[in-house]
């Protein structure tokens, strides 16, 4: 397939076991299924080679067509489902914050059911994850991350800034970032946890990190395959022991879904922020800021103190390599390692980041969060709430999902 798969060259630091093995077979389920029902397989194809080229990787592009010979939109490529999924696929990949239900009712017209609407919406965020893979392991080896010359053409999109964070949601506006629990809901129908098939049973089953419960689960269900090898690759990410300290995962996946304008996926994980870095003043601002959370107050291009510089450095990668096509470049690599990442902790920031293209897409395309609408608080307030990690919730509130 492609270098990031394995070892890359010039560190010689591999991903964490058991990556490589279900990004491949993600890979395989979505783009080449036995079965692709009413998404069909050169649609898939096309879609996935299109969010690669808008992220700048052109040669994983190359190797989704290669997957599936052939298969490619061919005659279907001028009509109505092709344009709704390439409409869908630009909105996805450009500007996740702006993919509306109105995107998901386009698909619905051209006759796409719900199992293939989640697959479509699979492949955009699996894709997201795999171009900022190898962008970023492209960058610690020493090589261009991305390319940009030849990029497609699409409708510009007005810049992302993310959501506010000061005012409770008015009619038709963004929810502000939060640290309060939130609630999603899908706007497709989800499966039914009464009525499971025999796969969709042995998803859950097989991942204590999954629950019926969930609303968010029981959507992603419509594909149990690609759950499957998804949250293999989401616990190696995120769980997996030693390299980079658990809080740092979680600030860079914080900042991440800052950038995309996810606001349940940064309320899931600035508590857990909060909670691994006993800071949590520092991720309200976080919040409010992004990297700039960690400058002097009041002079956000000065320099950070030396306590600062390593989580400063982390979240000034995490926001560039977000970015459509990734920007991280060889200043953010020379900052991190400046802070003292290993290459080590390197890889693993690289996968913390790109999976959360991935995480935060599913659930801006997929549904909604529900807020409750109070204004974020000081961040020198102290909060005495229970928290949630992201595998699960505290008691008694109802288990949403993983971010």
Known sequence: MTQHIGQHAGTGTAPRAGIGEHTAATRRVLLAPSLPGTLATGLRIAAAARAAELAGQPALAAAYRDLAPGHTAGEERNDARTAAVLAFTDRV???????????????????????????????????????RVAAGLALLAGGPAVRTDGLPVTEPEAPVTGAPVTEAPGAGDAAPFTLDQLTWQPRI??????????????????????????PYYRTLLHDPAALDHRTHVYNAVMYGRGGLPRAERELATLVVSRVNGCVYCASVHGRKYAQLSRDEARALRVLRDGADAFTAPGTPEAAETETDARGSAVARFAEAQTRTPPEAGARHLAALRAAGLDDAELTDLVHAVALFGWANRLMLVLGDAHHPGSPLPDAGSPRTDARESCSGTSAPAPRTGDA
């Open 93 to 131: 990949t450009l500007a996740p914050d702006r993919a509306g239900a109105d995107l998901l009712a386009s698909l619905g017209a051209q006759g796409l059911d719900a199992p293939a609407v989640v697959a479509l919406a699979q492949i955009c965020a699996f894709v997201a994850y795999e171009a």
């Open 189 to 214: 129908p989800a499966v039914d946890a009464d009525a499971l098939t025999a796969a969709q049973r042995a998803v859950i089953d097989a991942h204590a990190t999954l629950s019926t419960a969930s």
